[in-house]
Nanobody, 115 residues
Framework: QEQLVESGGGLIQSGGSLRLSCAAS????????MHWYRQAPGKKRDFVAA????????VYSDAVKGRFTASRDNANNTVYLQMNSLKPEDTAMYYC????????WGQGTQVTVSS
């Protein structure tokens, strides 16, 4: 059974940094592209970043490009999102996502950036 568990969120001041982790299990992680999404209260869930199965060619939304970096450790079935120069508008629940034979979402980790 596929499972994604995010961690690393918290309360941080504007300009600070956080690193989110997403631990995966129940599927062949090294064969799977991984994605990060976020959802602010009252808003739709938005794409943040994606990274291919081999860790190359990460892509980012315009809102986070140049500030966030996605990476992965296939030996430990974990994907990361390094978030630098955080802004109050980055405040959201952050979700890890992958598609196997079905869509798979984690439970999310809350990031709150104070001004």
């Amino acid at each position: 059974q596929e499972q994604l568990v995010e961690s690393g969120g918290g309360l941080i001041q504007s300009g600070g940094s956080l690193r989110l982790s997403c631990a995966a299990s129940g599927f062949t992680f090294s064969n799977s592209d991984m994605h990060w999404y976020r959802q602010a209260p009252g808003k739709k869930r938005d794409f943040v970043a994606a990274i291919t199965s081999d860790g190359t060619k990460p892509v980012y939304s315009d809102a986070v490009k140049g500030r966030f970096t996605a990476s992965r450790d296939n030996a430990n079935n974990t994907v990361y999102l390094q978030m630098n120069s955080l802004k109050p508008e980055d405040t959201a629940m952050y979700y890890c996502f992958t598609y196997t034979h079905q869509p798979n979402w984690g439970q999310g980790t809350q990031v709150t950036v104070s001004s």
